[in-house]
C-alpha cells in the first residue's frame, strides 16, 4: 500500500463571484493557491532536478538545497512574467471559466484596469490552458459540419461574404434526443479531405457513430472511421450541430464582436471548453487554475496563427 500521505489541499467551488472575491482578494491568498497546485507532487528543481528543498523566508517559494535555484509560485507556468497583479489574473480565469459567457478584453480592460492589450494577451494564455488534451475521443452519436466564422455579415448587396470568412469543422457529441455533451471545433483551411480528417484524428473514436452531410470531403475517410451521410435539410436533421453552430456565432458576436483568423482557433477552443464542463461548473475554476500552474510558460511573440492545436 502507498504510504505516501497527500496533503489536502483547498479548491474553489462554485460560480459565486462575491464568495471568489472573500476568498482571493489578496495576493498571498493567491500566491498559496498557485503554490498548492504547482508543488502539489513535490518540489523538483528546475535547474538541477534535485527534490530536496532549503529554508527559504519567502512565503510560498521555494529554494533547491543542492544549486539554491530559487522558485517563485508563478515562475515556468502560465503566471511567468506576469504584467499586473495575481488577483487580477485570478479574476480573470474566474470570469473565463465560472460565467456562462465569459468577458472580452474591452469589458476586462475597464474591469480590471489594465489596457486592452494587456487583458487579451493574458486571455489568451488561459485559453492555451483550455485546448484539449485529446485524451478522451467523443463515444456514441456524433455529428460532423462545417461552417464559416466572422467575415461581413450575410446581405443581398453584398453577396455572401464568404471569402472573408473563416471555415471551421466542429464535431458534437450528442445525448438524448438534441443535447449537446461535448464539442470540438477546428479551423481549417478549406473542406479537403486531409483538413477535416484533423477533428476526427484528434477528437473521434473509431468506435463512434459519425454522421455527417453528403459533402464528398468525408468519403475518404469512412475508410478508417464509422460515417453515415445524410443530405441536410433545414429542421429536419443536424439540429444539434446547427443549435452548436449559432451558439457559437452569438458568442463570438456578441461577446467578442469580431475575431481575427489567426486568433479564432484559441477563442473556439474556450468556447469548447466551457461547454464541454458546463455539468462541471462547480470545480471548473479550480480546473482551470491547475492547468494553469501545471502548463509551460508561453510568451506573446509565440501565440501565432499555428500555436493552436
Ligand atoms: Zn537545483
New binding site residues.
Given amino acids: 500500500m502507498n504510504q505516501l500521505i497527500m496533503k489536502e489541499i483547498f479548491a474553489f467551488k462554485g460560480q459565486n463571484e462575491i464568495e471568489f472575491h472573500k476568498k482571493f482578494g489578496t495576493k498571498e491568498a493567491c500566491l498559496q493557491y498557485l503554490a498548492d497546485r504547482k508543488w502539489k507532487n513535490g518540489f523538483t528543481?528546475p535547474?538541477?532536478?534535485?527534490t530536496e528543498e532549503y529554508f527559504t523566508s519567502e512565503p510560498f517559494h521555494k529554494r533547491?538545497k543542492?544549486?539554491?535555484?530559487h522558485a517563485s509560485p508563478m515562475a515556468n507556468t502560465l503566471f511567468h512574467k506576469l504584467k499586473f497583479g495575481i488577483e487580477k489574473a485570478f479574476l480573470i480565469i474566474f470570469k473565463m471559466s465560472a460565467t456562462t459567457k465569459s468577458i472580452s478584453a474591452e469589458q476586462l480592460a475597464k474591469t480590471i484596469g489594465v489596457n486592452r492589450k494587456t487583458a487579451l494577451a493574458f486571455q489568451h494564455k488561459v485559453r492555451l490552458a483550455m485546448q484539449s488534451s485529446e485524451q478522451y475521443p467523443m463515444e456514441g452519436e456524433v455529428e460532423v459540419d462545417e461552417a464559416f466564422i466572422g467575415g461581413q455579415e450575410e446581405s443581398e448587396n453584398r453577396g455572401r461574404g464568404a471569402e472573408s470568412k473563416t471555415q471551421i469543422v466542429l464535431a458534437v457529441e450528442k445525448t438524448g434526443l438534441f443535447g449537446i455533451k461535448r464539442v470540438y471545433a477546428r479551423v481549417i483551411e478549406n473542406g479537403s479531405t486531409s483538413e477535416l480528417m484533423t477533428i476526427f484524428e484528434k477528437h473521434i473514436s473509431k468506435t463512434a457513430k459519425v454522421l455527417t452531410d453528403k459533402w464528398r470531403g468525408y468519403l475518404p475517410i469512412m475508410n478508417s472511421y464509422n460515417i453515415m451521410q445524410e443530405k441536410s435539410q433545414p429542421k429536419e436533421n443536424f439540429q444539434t450541430m446547427h443549435q452548436c453552430i449559432q451558439q457559437l456565432k452569438s458568442w463570438i458576436r456578441g461577446i467578442h464582436h469580431h475575431v481575427s483568423p489567426e486568433y479564432l482557433q484559441a477563442y473556439l477552443n474556450e468556447f469548447c471548453y466551457r461547454i464541454n464542463r458546463s455539468i462541471h461548473k462547480e470545480s471548473i475554476f479550480d480546473n482551470l487554475l491547475n492547468r494553469m500552474a501545471l502548463a509551460s510558460p508561453c510568451y506573446l511573440n509565440n501565440l501565432k496563427k499555428n500555436y493552436w492545436k
Fill in positions: 528543481c535547474s538541477c532536478g534535485c533547491c543542492k544549486c539554491l535555484h
